[in-house]
């Protein structure tokens, strides 16, 4: 599967971006796909993850240590992610990434594959 991710931009704090992913080469059906972020010179940090049930319907987790308000949902015909991004505060800067599979309790580890990133830059 190879993952292309886009929408980044810059923001001011307390804005809101929304990031695409779009995912060729393999069905997003039932699989287990999210976003994390690194920053340079830190660590990976998983932001959430999704399951893309056709027939459950999604089922989310995010992890707690990033701040913001942050909205995981995907499209399957279009084997699509998109992660939105509200009330960013500074420390959202950082080039985000599309992840398949989900890291571990969307941590750090885990994440075999991801794309290019897109990135977040938030500044007054």
């Known amino acids: 599967v190879q993952l292309v991710e886009s929408g980044g931009g810059s923001v001011q704090p307390g804005g809101s971006l929304k990031l695409t992913c779009e995912a060729s080469g393999g069905d997003i059906s039932d699989r287990v796909l999210g976003w994390f972020r690194q920053a340079p010179g830190k660590e990976r940090e998983g932001v959430a993850c999704?399951?893309?049930?056709?027939?459950?319907?999604?089922?989310?987790s995010y992890a707690a240590v990033p701040k913001g308000l942050f909205t995981i949902s995907s499209d399957i015909a279009k084997s699509t992610l998109f992660l939105q991004m509200d009330n960013l505060p500074y420390e959202g800067t950082a080039p985000y990434y599309c992840?398949?599979?989900?890291?571990?309790?969307?941590?750090?580890?885990?994440?075999?594959?991801w794309g290019q990133g897109t990135q977040v830059t938030v500044s007054s």
């Open positions: 999704i399951r893309s049930s056709p027939r459950r319907g999604p089922t989310r």
């Open positions: 992840g398949d599979p989900c890291g571990d309790s969307v941590g750090a580890s885990g994440w075999h594959y």
